[in-house]
């Protein structure tokens, strides 16, 4: 029973990471931007939130200066790609290339760098139940927040009137901007915020979930993240099982190695993109199911004046 409730413990652990990912993704597809960047924008940030910890001492700085830097950057995307018109496709994809490249460099004085000793948190009077305890209630704040986040992302989108707007301008910018919303402004807030999401992901990466520096350390997490934006098909609670799903075949790879299951560790290794490729190979053989729920204008540029 311990063994499954440490691997419970760890896939809410590692679909964290993921889910804080998805759901700036998500916010960036409502309104209509798709940010190839992420995969970038992680590392960027898991090297700003490492760094700081290192210098300060301070998780939550940490955790502030990784939301920064995925802001910053997500904020150069949107200058290109919402006013600039450049093509998203190809200013992601660049950004996540620059986005490796910065990291690699600003991170070579950092590999060797330890972190001060971290900390251990728990649910005073839940924690030390049996099993419940350590599978659910021994975990650090963001695994809680996530979950918060989530139900007030789905209150706002379905409920106030700033999320109607922002879905609005995912699904018809003409409408919005014959209504008279500033539809490459809101684009624009949506990318940043969305950008910061990535980036707190990033820092939480470094700083608590593996706490090191290693070069290229999110290993695909910004890649998987965005295929599991449309795995959820666009909604936050399905990012969230998704994510929790994601990271139990990630953690299940652990599992079956400590268990003794003679499965070459390369094979174990690429459970988690196998399993993405499977998932978005499965949904693609459902093309109007997906049109049903995508934003209708993701990915298409707009120009006031030229609609």
């Known amino acids: 029973m311990d063994t499954y409730s440490l691997l419970l413990a760890a896939t809410l652990h590692a679909g964290t990471v993921l889910a804080i990912a998805s759901l700036g993704l998500?916010?960036?597809?409502?309104?209509?931007?798709?940010?190839?960047?992420?995969?970038?924008?992680?590392?960027?940030?898991?090297?700003?939130?490492?760094?700081?910890?290192?210098?300060?001492?301070?998780?939550?700085?940490?955790?502030?200066?990784?939301?920064?830097?995925?802001?910053?950057?997500?904020?150069?995307?949107?200058?290109?790609?919402?006013?600039?018109?450049?093509?998203?496709?190809?200013?992601?994809?660049?950004?996540?290339?620059?986005?490796?490249?910065?990291?690699?460099?600003?991170?070579?004085?950092?590999?060797?760098?330890?972190?001060?000793?971290?900390?251990?948190?728990?649910?005073?009077?839940?924690?030390?139940?049996?099993?419940?305890?350590?599978?659910?209630?021994?975990h650090h704040p963001m695994v809680y927040a996530v979950v918060a986040f989530t139900l007030v992302l789905m209150w706002f989108l379905d409920r106030t009137r700033a999320g109607l707007v922002l879905r609005c301008v995912g699904e018809s910018p003409a409408a919005a901007h014959a209504l008279g919303y500033p539809v490459r402004s809101i684009r624009m807030l949506a990318v940043v915020a969305g950008g910061g999401l990535c980036g707190l992901a990033g820092a939480y990466v470094s700083t608590v979930y593996t706490p090191l520096w290693v070069e290229g350390m999110i290993a695909g997490k910004g890649w998987i993240a965005l295929a599991l934006t449309t795995f959820a098909t666009w909604r936050p609670a399905r990012v969230l099982l998704g994510a929790y799903l994601f990271g139990g075949v990630t953690m299940l790879q652990f599992h079956l190695q400590a268990s003794g299951i003679e499965v070459s560790s390369q094979w174990l290794?690429?459970?988690?993109?196998?399993?993405?490729?499977?998932?978005?190979?499965?949904?693609?053989?459902?093309?109007?199911?997906?049109?049903?729920?995508?934003?209708?204008?993701?990915?298409?540029?707009?120009?006031?004046?030229?609609?």
């Open 269 to 307: 290794s690429m459970l988690p993109y196998l399993a993405t490729i499977v998932v978005l190979a499965l949904m693609s053989r459902r093309p109007a199911w997906i049109k049903m729920h995508m934003p209708l204008s993701l990915g298409k540029p707009f120009h006031p004046g030229h609609h």
């Open 26 to 138: 998500l916010i960036n597809e409502k309104a209509g931007v798709i940010n190839l960047g992420a995969e970038g924008m992680m590392l960027c940030a898991a090297i700003a939130g490492f760094a700081t910890v290192v210098h300060t001492g301070s998780d939550s700085l940490g955790l502030l200066a990784g939301f920064a830097a995925g802001a910053l950057l997500a904020s150069m995307l949107g200058v290109l790609v919402i006013w600039l018109n450049t093509n998203p496709y190809a200013t992601g994809l660049a950004l996540s290339l620059f986005g490796a490249g910065l990291s690699a460099f600003l991170g070579t004085p950092y590999v060797q760098a330890k972190l001060p000793e971290r900390l251990q948190f728990s649910v005073p009077g839940l924690s030390d139940l049996p099993w419940v305890g350590p599978a659910l209630f021994q």
